[in-house]
């Protein structure tokens, strides 16, 4: 069972689970560092990509919290009527 500080990264690309930190060079780099970014590396595809470092525990679990809550279904519902309303009219002679 994994602690809540032991995430597991993905590639955003393949979605494997071998990644490694990726070394940091060039001006991307340092503007993505002032943004709280991080570079890794795909091992499997060779993606190179940027993952978000929070500051301290409470901006961690600030992250984690918002990322595992879903979507309401109500807001999706919302906007699906107006689509099948549109349909509707459209279809009528």
Known sequence: MESESQQVTRCPRCFGRDV???R???FLDSIMA???RTPFRCRGCHNRFYIYVPRDK???AD???SAETPETESASASEEEPHKADV???AEP
């Open 20 to 22: 490694r930190p990726s």
């Open 24 to 26: 940091k060079s060039g």
């Open 34 to 36: 002032k943004l709280r």
């Open 58 to 60: 409470e901006e961690a």
């Open 63 to 65: 992250v984690a919290a």
């Open 88 to 90: 509707a009219k459209h």
